[in-house]
């Protein structure tokens, strides 16, 4: 990360030190040094803020920590919210669910209709006229 | 001139006031009268915002520069085909343009929902026109476009010359009209709250409608943006988890999870509550988005319309949410759900979990852009979330999300059982596990870019399953095969657009996969005559070429290029230098095909005829562009009216047992 272009990486960044460091980061490279190493050697001068991803470390951990418990808790909150409302469907008659249809039918007709719905390929099969 | 737009502006400001206090008036009293009143008013706001905005860029073509904005963003050497870029790439002047691109789009949504939802329409016109207030009395009171210099100066800071891109006249437009027409499907939803028509379902269509034009205009403007940073910025990259970026991308995360569930609603009565809480939650993030790009609190290289006045942005946000959650909880009686689960094997989980799904990763992605302050404020030590850390943690949701986007939509309403639901999955699951296997035999080992493929694999032949299914059903009937594709397409366009904006969807994925995991870079130094290579490619340079402009030094080196044994021609990167800003603008050339991008960017010319370049070879960044114009068009398909079906559907038909079928379903909900 770029310690003086706002956003943009040492790799993105066209700025002189930008270059400079693309430079140090090549020659140490060279020198036979790890990444690790090269990376220490920015982060003692700079701070953290150079590194692209905060450290697994300290406050960085947070970082890290935060967006799997999250994914937890969605998956969990989708499995409650899910089985709330299939707990509230038996309490609920069938036949509400098409109440709001304004049409009277005989009961005959009815499940014919209801059969339709159910059955997903009516449209295209269009048996019924 | 410049006169008269002030007048325009502060005209336009009580006028809007006027509109909010009567529209609101009209709803409450059920007064016809005012409301048509407002609504004329709210019309009249765009020739008035228009006028002050001819008058900016007349000041801008005229050189003006005794009107301070047009000093600080131009100067005498500026194309004058970039006033109008001008115009908005400041903050005062881009608040002007939010507030005509929105007074626009609201006139022409408030003349729609006018006559579809008539008694929600003057609270939904209230709440646009409190919108539209905020911005022009930011405009009146803080940030005037058209404010004078007190001495005016014999030419201009000039435009950033970032900015001098053709990009730039599509992709700020688009970006910012997205970014505040979230505002329109967000009035609509809050107007049925406010007249306490929540519980009937009415505003589903129009929101809708607006909610999924809000989203075109959001993924036109990211779309572009990516094209713009690949093509200028010069790096090879297209998207770099840049905070303005996390920005734009969160709202349209928010509104994608909106335009899927209220499809549910339509269908099947279900998530009121969710949808609005959907839509309240997108133009939060909308405001975000506009607060993080004005003077945000995190370094961000589109830190181009910067000012003091972010923290306004926030407060009003914190408004904002503070009074539709209000509103929410209030209503909250009017939005019990009609239609009740009855499996977890159901196309309406399946959207649930896709839902929860894009907001988990709206919120990740929100916390990696906010963390540098909570790291700043906890342990005063600053720290950067960059690249990395979105691709690890975004990019395995995002795959499940394609997977999801394959399964999804193969599930039943209702319920299915386990065998149906095999079934139905049995092909694109074989699908994507050969792809899997393919990938393998052909030599990708990246275990990450294996499974990609599969999943994009699997949401592609589920819906070639789907069109082939249909086609054959209605082949079977005797219709002749591209007869039967295109009656089945335009019998149920809600669904079938949404296929091809699936499709483009997974172009877009196998354009991000490979690229991100193929990708092949090399800097290399040059002296005119070198020949290098890459990959297959062989490219010499032949030199380079210094062009002088009044603002700028412009060096254009020149490359012959081979794939292979074949000359495929010149290519010219160039770079730019702009003493003033101490600049430099990189422009790289990219020789584009399907199969791969070969893109050539300098990084330096140095005295001594040397040039340092940078080479890439970027697969498949072809089809990431492909996919926007398909997007475009699944999207319109899926909102163009089944107006033939519509007709032949009524009511007593249907209780004398001869209704038409595709009738039948298009009222419960063309959303299939």
Same mark, same amino acid.
Request: glycine share 8%; aromatic share 14%.
């Given at each position: 990360m770029c310690p003086v272009c706002p956003g943009e990486s040492i790799d993105q960044s066209q700025n002189d030190i930008a270059s400079y460091m693309r430079e140090i980061v090549f020659d140490q490279v060279e020198s036979g040094k790890t990444d690790e190493e090269i990376k220490n050697y920015f982060v003692e001068r700079y701070g953290p803020v150079v590194l692209m991803q905060p450290p697994n470390k300290g406050v960085g951990r947070i970082a890290w920590i935060i967006p799997p418990i999250g994914f937890l808790i969605a998956i969990i909150v989708v499995y409650m919210v899910l089985s709330i409302m299939r707990r509230k469907r038996s309490q609920i008659q069938d036949e509400r669910l098409y109440y709001d249809l304004d049409v009277s039918l005989t009961s005959d007709e009815r499940k014919k209709y209801i059969a339709l719905i159910e059955n997903e390929e009516f449209s295209r099969k269009g048996k019924i006229r | 001139m410049v006169e008269i737009g002030h007048i325009a502006i502060i005209a336009s400001f009580l006028v809007t006031m006027y509109s909010t206090?009567?529209?609101?008036?009209?709803?409450?009293?059920?007064?016809?009268?005012?409301?048509?009143s407002a609504r004329w008013g709210f019309y009249s706001v765009v020739p008035l915002l228009l006028v002050a905005t001819m008058c900016l860029i007349y000041a801008f073509v005229t050189n003006d520069f005794s009107v301070k904005y047009v000093a600080e963003n131009s100067n005498l050497a500026m194309p004058k085909a970039y006033a109008w870029v001008a115009f908005y790439s400041g903050n005062a002047g881009s608040l002007l343009y939010i507030a005509l691109a929105f007074s626009v789009m609201g006139s022409l949504a408030i003349k729609v929902i006018n006559v579809k939802l008539p008694y929600t329409a003057p609270y939904a016109l209230g709440v646009m026109s409190l919108v539209l207030i905020f911005f022009l009395g930011v405009i009146v009171f803080l940030a005037n476009p058209l404010d004078r210099l007190p001495v005016a100066p014999e030419d201009g800071q000039g435009i950033n010359p970032l900015l001098i891109h053709f990009g730039m006249f599509i992709h700020p437009p688009f970006q910012m009209l997205g970014l505040i027409s979230v505002a329109i499907p967000f009035s609509v939803a809050i107007g049925t709250l406010l007249s306490g028509r929540g519980g009937r379902d009415e505003w589903v269509d129009q929101g809708r409608l607006w909610g999924m034009i809000s989203w075109l205009l959001l993924t036109a403007g990211l779309l572009l943006g990516s094209w713009w940073a690949y093509t200028i910025l010069g790096w090879g990259g297209y998207w770099a988890w840049d905070p303005v970026e996390n920005s734009a991308l969160m709202p349209w995360l928010a509104m994608t999870a909106f335009v899927h569930s209220i499809m549910v609603q339509k269908r099947r009565g279900m998530f009121r509550m969710w949808?609005?809480?959907?839509?309240?939650?997108?133009?939060?993030?909308?405001? +975000?988005?506009?607060?993080?790009?004005?003077?945000?609190?995190?370094?961000?290289?589109?830190?181009?319309?910067?000012? *003091?006045?972010?923290?306004?942005?926030?407060?009003?946000?914190? #408004? *904002?949410?503070?009074?539709?959650?209000a509103t929410f909880i209030f209503r909250y009686d009017t939005l019990k759900s009609r239609g009740?689960? @009855?499996?977890?094997?159901?196309?309406?989980?399946?959207? +649930?979990?896709?839902?929860?799904?894009?907001?988990?990763?709206?919120?990740?992605? +929100?916390?990696?852009?906010?963390?540098?302050?909570?790291?700043?404020?906890?342990?005063?030590?600053?720290?950067?979330?960059?690249?990395?850390?979105?691709?690890?943690?975004?990019?395995? +949701?995002?795959?499940?999300?394609?997977?999801?986007?394959?399964?999804?939509?193969?599930?039943?309403?209702?319920?299915?059982?386990?065998?149906?639901?095999?079934?139905? !999955?049995?092909?694109? !699951?074989?699908?994507?596990?050969?792809?899997?296997?393919?990938?393998?035999?052909?030599?990708?080992? &990246?275990?990450?870019?294996?499974?990609?493929?599969?999943?994009?694999? !699997?949401?592609?032949?589920? #819906?070639?399953? &789907?069109?082939?299914?249909?086609?054959?059903?209605?082949?079977?009937?005797?219709?002749s095969v591209p007869r039967?594709?295109?009656?089945?397409?335009?019998?149920?366009?809600? =669904?079938?657009?949404?296929?091809v904006v699936h499709i483009s969807i997974v172009m877009l994925g196998i354009g991000i996969v490979a690229s991100s995991f193929y990708d092949v870079q =090399?800097?290399?130094?040059?002296?005119?005559?070198?020949?290098?290579?890459?990959?297959?490619?062989?490219?010499?340079?032949?030199?380079?070429?210094? @062009?002088?402009?009044?603002?700028?030094?412009?060096?254009?080196?020149?490359?012959?290029?081979?794939?292979?044994? *074949?000359?495929?021609?010149?290519?010219?990167?160039?770079?730019?230098?702009?003493?003033?800003?101490?600049?430099?603008? *990189?422009?790289?050339?990219?020789r584009s095909t399907p199969w791969e991008d070969f893109y050539l960017v300098p990084s330096e010319f140095r005295e001594d005829g040397q040039a340092v370049f940078r080479v890439l070879i970027n697969p498949m960044v072809w089809w990431m562009w492909a996919s926007g114009p398909i997007l475009v068009l699944g999207t319109i398909l899926s909102l163009s009216p089944n107006r033939r079906i519509v007709r032949k559907l009524s009511l007593t038909d249907l209780s004398s047992g001869r209704g038409n079928i595709s009738g039948v379903y298009t009222p419960l909900g063309a959303g299939d």
């Amino acid at each position: 990360m770029c310690p003086v272009c706002p956003g943009e990486s040492i790799d993105q960044s066209q700025n002189d030190i930008a270059s400079y460091m693309r430079e140090i980061v090549f020659d140490q490279v060279e020198s036979g040094k790890t990444d690790e190493e090269i990376k220490n050697y920015f982060v003692e001068r700079y701070g953290p803020v150079v590194l692209m991803q905060p450290p697994n470390k300290g406050v960085g951990r947070i970082a890290w920590i935060i967006p799997p418990i999250g994914f937890l808790i969605a998956i969990i909150v989708v499995y409650m919210v899910l089985s709330i409302m299939r707990r509230k469907r038996s309490q609920i008659q069938d036949e509400r669910l098409y109440y709001d249809l304004d049409v009277s039918l005989t009961s005959d007709e009815r499940k014919k209709y209801i059969a339709l719905i159910e059955n997903e390929e009516f449209s295209r099969k269009g048996k019924i006229r | 001139m410049v006169e008269i737009g002030h007048i325009a502006i502060i005209a336009s400001f009580l006028v809007t006031m006027y509109s909010t206090f009567v529209g609101f008036a009209g709803g409450m009293l059920n007064g016809r009268d005012l409301a048509s009143s407002a609504r004329w008013g709210f019309y009249s706001v765009v020739p008035l915002l228009l006028v002050a905005t001819m008058c900016l860029i007349y000041a801008f073509v005229t050189n003006d520069f005794s009107v301070k904005y047009v000093a600080e963003n131009s100067n005498l050497a500026m194309p004058k085909a970039y006033a109008w870029v001008a115009f908005y790439s400041g903050n005062a002047g881009s608040l002007l343009y939010i507030a005509l691109a929105f007074s626009v789009m609201g006139s022409l949504a408030i003349k729609v929902i006018n006559v579809k939802l008539p008694y929600t329409a003057p609270y939904a016109l209230g709440v646009m026109s409190l919108v539209l207030i905020f911005f022009l009395g930011v405009i009146v009171f803080l940030a005037n476009p058209l404010d004078r210099l007190p001495v005016a100066p014999e030419d201009g800071q000039g435009i950033n010359p970032l900015l001098i891109h053709f990009g730039m006249f599509i992709h700020p437009p688009f970006q910012m009209l997205g970014l505040i027409s979230v505002a329109i499907p967000f009035s609509v939803a809050i107007g049925t709250l406010l007249s306490g028509r929540g519980g009937r379902d009415e505003w589903v269509d129009q929101g809708r409608l607006w909610g999924m034009i809000s989203w075109l205009l959001l993924t036109a403007g990211l779309l572009l943006g990516s094209w713009w940073a690949y093509t200028i910025l010069g790096w090879g990259g297209y998207w770099a988890w840049d905070p303005v970026e996390n920005s734009a991308l969160m709202p349209w995360l928010a509104m994608t999870a909106f335009v899927h569930s209220i499809m549910v609603q339509k269908r099947r009565g279900m998530f009121r509550m969710w949808n609005m809480l959907l839509i309240i939650t997108s133009f939060a993030m909308a405001q +975000l988005g506009m607060f993080i790009n004005r003077g945000g609190p995190v370094p961000s290289v589109h830190s181009f319309a910067e000012s *003091t006045m972010g923290w306004i942005f926030l407060a009003i946000m914190a #408004i *904002t949410l503070f009074c539709s959650l209000a509103t929410f909880i209030f209503r909250y009686d009017t939005l019990k759900s009609r239609g009740t689960l @009855e499996s977890f094997i159901s196309r309406e989980a399946a959207f +649930l979990a896709q839902n929860v799904l894009f907001l988990l990763i709206a919120f990740v992605t +929100l916390w990696g852009t906010v963390f540098p302050i909570f790291s700043e404020a906890v342990d005063e030590t600053t720290m950067t979330i960059g690249q990395p850390f979105f691709n690890k943690v975004n990019g395995p +949701l995002m795959l499940l999300l394609i997977f999801m986007m394959g399964v999804g939509p193969l599930l039943p309403w209702r319920k299915a059982t386990w065998r149906s639901a095999i079934r139905m !999955l049995k092909g694109p !699951l074989l699908l994507g596990i050969s792809f899997i296997v393919i990938s393998i035999i052909a030599g990708i080992r &990246e275990p990450w870019a294996v499974f990609a493929f599969g999943t994009c694999a !699997l949401a592609l032949g589920g #819906i070639l399953q &789907e069109w082939i299914r249909g086609t054959r059903s209605r082949y079977s009937r005797g219709e002749s095969v591209p007869r039967a594709f295109i009656r089945l397409i335009s019998a149920n366009r809600p =669904r079938y657009g949404g296929y091809v904006v699936h499709i483009s969807i997974v172009m877009l994925g196998i354009g991000i996969v490979a690229s991100s995991f193929y990708d092949v870079q =090399r800097d290399v130094v040059m002296a005119p005559g070198d020949v290098e290579t890459l990959g297959k490619y062989t490219f010499k340079y032949v030199g380079v070429d210094k @062009e002088f402009f009044p603002d700028r030094v412009k060096e254009v080196a020149q490359f012959e290029v081979w794939s292979g044994d *074949t000359y495929v021609g010149n290519m010219f990167p160039n770079r730019s230098f702009y003493p003033e800003f101490r600049i430099a603008a *990189t422009r790289g050339a990219i020789r584009s095909t399907p199969w791969e991008d070969f893109y050539l960017v300098p990084s330096e010319f140095r005295e001594d005829g040397q040039a340092v370049f940078r080479v890439l070879i970027n697969p498949m960044v072809w089809w990431m562009w492909a996919s926007g114009p398909i997007l475009v068009l699944g999207t319109i398909l899926s909102l163009s009216p089944n107006r033939r079906i519509v007709r032949k559907l009524s009511l007593t038909d249907l209780s004398s047992g001869r209704g038409n079928i595709s009738g039948v379903y298009t009222p419960l909900g063309a959303g299939d």
